[in-house]
């Protein structure tokens, strides 16, 4: 079973960045597409970015020209960075690989992991 690890995340005031990282084990990076997610308390699980195979990517509205998603397989990891941070971004986010689609993830593989929690302050 697939075991990817989140970390990176911490407590940042509106408009600032950070960079979370997705680390595996193996050539599980490199070999598929990766997803991150997102859980805001008391709110379902959503989606923030994803990188195919190929390293194409693609992002919902609500974070799409702040966050980008790249990939470094020579250290089996995958990036997301936040820039421009909201209040509304704070969350515990997860990364999972997936089966990519220029319109979102069509399936999530494997078990959720502890994922990295993020909070924004106004």
């Known amino acids: 079973q697939v075991q990817l690890v989140e970390s990176g995340g911490g407590l940042v005031q509106t408009g600032g960045s950070l960079r979370l990282s997705c680390a595996a084990s193996?050539?599980?990076?490199?070999?598929?597409?990766v997803g991150w997610y997102r859980q805001a308390p008391g709110k379902q699980r959503e989606w923030v970015a994803a990188?195919?195979?190929?390293?194409?990517?693609n992002y919902p509205d609500s974070v799409k020209g702040r966050f980008t998603i790249s990939r470094d397989n020579a250290k089996n990891t995958v990036y997301l960075q936040m820039n421009s941070l909201k209040p509304e971004d704070t969350a515990v986010y997860y990364c999972m690989t997936i089966s990519y689609s220029d319109y979102g993830p069509r399936a999530a593989f494997g078990s959720w992991g502890q994922g990295t929690q993020v909070t924004v302050s106004s």
């Open positions: 990188i195919s195979n190929s390293d194409r990517t």
């Open positions: 193996g050539s599980i990076i490199s070999t598929n597409a």
